[in-house]
């Protein structure tokens, strides 16, 4: 990985775009330290640090690397562009117009999808501001009350957000690419020096032993080789092409193979699950707290995300929304139609149905192997926790996905770039 940067910083044109990437991350760590106005910031951190940590909002917080807490003019970061674009991916599969648009209409039908697209993030982005300053509101957050300085709140949170939607966008179109990723990476790795120096303070009060810090530096590592090997890992199905003569050419004829991701959700379904699973413990948060070794405290113990039984409703639930992605995202029956109209096949298989079922048969046993790989990385943070008590360690398995995976799709967008560009100044 650092090689790759070392030597695309050797080529002028990349150079400038890592700086002008750069440029636009400290825009966006500088925003997102600008407060809302008319919102009590400390008290509401307070607030986060005590109740909301095990919620959704807690999610959200980490999501925005800390702005969520805070209630800054980036508080709702990027996820409204990520929610739209998954509505919109979802809307494709239901909608035969979209999906048409998606497929037929090539470059013209995504620049229509990604206009929608942004009018859904800024629609998400109005509803979630709007949410949020309502439950902070009715908590006594706001230090002013009026429709006007409701007005205002809720615009600052939808202007941030649309905000940082464009600051994506110039990345990708004028930095390294995957803008909306990378800012995501910058927001979760934005925490890093807040944990190390709150590990730092429990060594210092003796909180924890240096040994379990070593532990848990090992058990990272391992976890990131591991996220590595999984990431690029895939399975590939032998495809042989028929020999076809058309006019005095002959085509085809030579192997190739359908490369299957191991992982092919990606992060989405821990993203999803975790959504859900935090739901019940985000709406008791909004009632008062029940009296020690009462019946509604150990259910709220219960559905607490350091809970046993919230990792297994979270395994459970990651297991079910990768099958269910994976279903949306890759028809077999439409591959093995387009094998057939090329006069390809599998060895072994007829074209068409028997195709298919290959395919989907393959296709369930490399899903239930990446759902399992992500449930376990979900999960492990909280046994751990059990196991070791660990405070201040907010970097969590969907963390640990999103930065890995981010990290690598840079790498080998960077890789793609500086090989075009060594083509090119060889052709020239």
Known sequence: ??????????????????LFTLFILLIYRFGASIPVPYIDQNALQVMFSDTFSNTFFGFMDVMSG?????????ALSIQPYINASIIMQLLGVAIPALERMQKDEGEEGKKKIASITRYVTVAIALLTGFAYYTTISNMGFVTESGFFIGLVIVLSFTAGSA??????????????GNGISIILFTSIVSRFPAMVSSISNYLRDGTIDWYVVVIIGVLMVIAVAFVVFITNAERRIPVQY????????????????????????????VIFAQSIATFPATI????????EGSFWHGVLNSISNTSLVYALILFILIIGFSYFYTAIQFNPQEIANNMKKNGGFIPGFRPGKPTSD?????????????????AIIAITP?????????????????SLLIVVGVALETVKELEAQMMMRHYKGFLE
């Open 382 to 398: 909280i046994i751990l926790n059990k196991v070791i008590d660990m405070p201040g360690l907010s970097i969590g398995g969907t």
């Open 358 to 374: 290959f395919i989907n048969k393959v296709l369930s046993k490399i899903t239930l192997f990446g759902a399992l790989f992500l």
């Open 163 to 176: 905000f940082i939607m464009w600051l994506g966008e110039q990345i990708t179109e004028f930095g390294i």
């Open 242 to 269: 028929a020999k076809r003569v058309v006019g005095r050419k002959m085509y085809g004829g030579q192997s190739t193979h359908l490369p299957l991701k191991v992982n092919m959700s990606g992060v989405l379904p």
């Open 284 to 291: 008791a948060a909004f009632f008062p707290a029940p009296k």
């Open 1 to 18: 990985m650092f090689e790759t940067i070392r030597n695309a910083w050797k080529i002028p044109d990349l150079r400038k775009k890592l």
């Open 66 to 74: 800390g702005a969520f807490s805070y209630a800054t003019v980036f």
